[in-house]
């Protein structure tokens, strides 16, 4: 679905990312890892246009993402969940929704309605009426995850989805994204916490100074000891 091939990113004159190569097919669910600061934002931010890549390509089905602007690459079908969680505090659940309501790019698919919003994510249904500042943290990520599934992607990129949230907040939020996955859409998700990637991913990639040090499945990652001793915080 998406191919990623050495890609090159910098903030002003500091070189970033160093040849980042990966790619997902369709209806996976893959885990970026990575400690503080090896670039896992700023790849997120590369393939959404938000950071201009200098050098490198993405395909997305084909189609050559770099140098695109970020609506086009989001009317393209990607979404993308930021490192902090962008709902809007004033309004309700409901309102916050209807916000992200975009027409789906792809007629094949069952596209993303408050209905269907609520009965994948039962909690939501029961807040609707509820103002933004009066969720927990975790019930914000979901509203977050939910409002970008209601622009229809067929990809979200969702960076740090379970940071400073409580274990059994965490879990949710897991589940969440479990159930993301199951309804078609493809996920890359960005990770610190490697115990909870551990849970849900079906192949993980881990970065180190803005490279790829790492790829595999679960069995993998649990052999390669030292790789996870270098570069993980576990
Ligand atoms: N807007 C910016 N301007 C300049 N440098 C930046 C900017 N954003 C990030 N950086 C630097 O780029 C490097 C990679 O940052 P990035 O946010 O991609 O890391 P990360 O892997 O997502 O880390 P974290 O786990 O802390 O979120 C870091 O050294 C960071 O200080
Ligand atoms: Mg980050």
């Known amino acids: 679905m998406i191919a990623v091939k050495d890609l090159h990113s910098y903030y002003g004159k500091s070189h970033i990312l160093h040849g980042v190569s990966f790619e997902l097919k369709e209806g996976e669910l893959v885990s970026l890892l990575g400690r503080n600061g090896v670039g896992k934002s700023t790849t997120l931010k590369s393939l959404m246009g938000m950071v201009r890549p200098a050098e490198g390509s993405i395909l997305f ?3 050559e993402l770099a140098g695109r ?3 086009e690459i989001a009317r393209l079908g990607i979404g993308y969940v930021p490192e902090e969680r962008r709902i809007f505090r004033s309004l309700s659940v409901e309102e916050n929704l209807l916000i992200g309501c975009k027409r789906s790019v792809d007629a094949s698919r069952e596209p993303w ?3 269907r919003v609520y009965e994948t994510f039962p909690r939501l249904r029961e807040r609707r009426g509820n103002k933004g500042i009066h969720l927990s943290g ?3 990520q979901m509203l977050t995850v939910a409002r970008t ?3 229809n992607p067929r990809l979200i990129l969702v960076d740090e989805p379970t940071e400073g949230l409580a274990p059994l907040i965490v879990t949710g939020v897991l589940e969440m994204l479990a159930n993301v996955r199951r ?3 493809t996920v890359l998700m960005v990770e610190q916490n490697f115990k909870a990637a551990v849970k849900l991913a079906d192949r993980f990639y881990i970065m180190a100074k803005g490279q790829m040090v790492f790829e595999g499945d679960m069995a993998a990652l649990l052999a390669a000891e030292e790789v996870r001793k270098n570069f993980l915080e576990v």
């Open 138 to 140: 975790g019930e914000q």
């Open 69 to 71: 602007r970020s609506h």
């Open 61 to 63: 089905d084909g189609q």
């Open 183 to 185: 309804s078609g859409v």
């Open 113 to 115: 309605t408050l209905e």
């Open 149 to 151: 599934l209601m622009g």
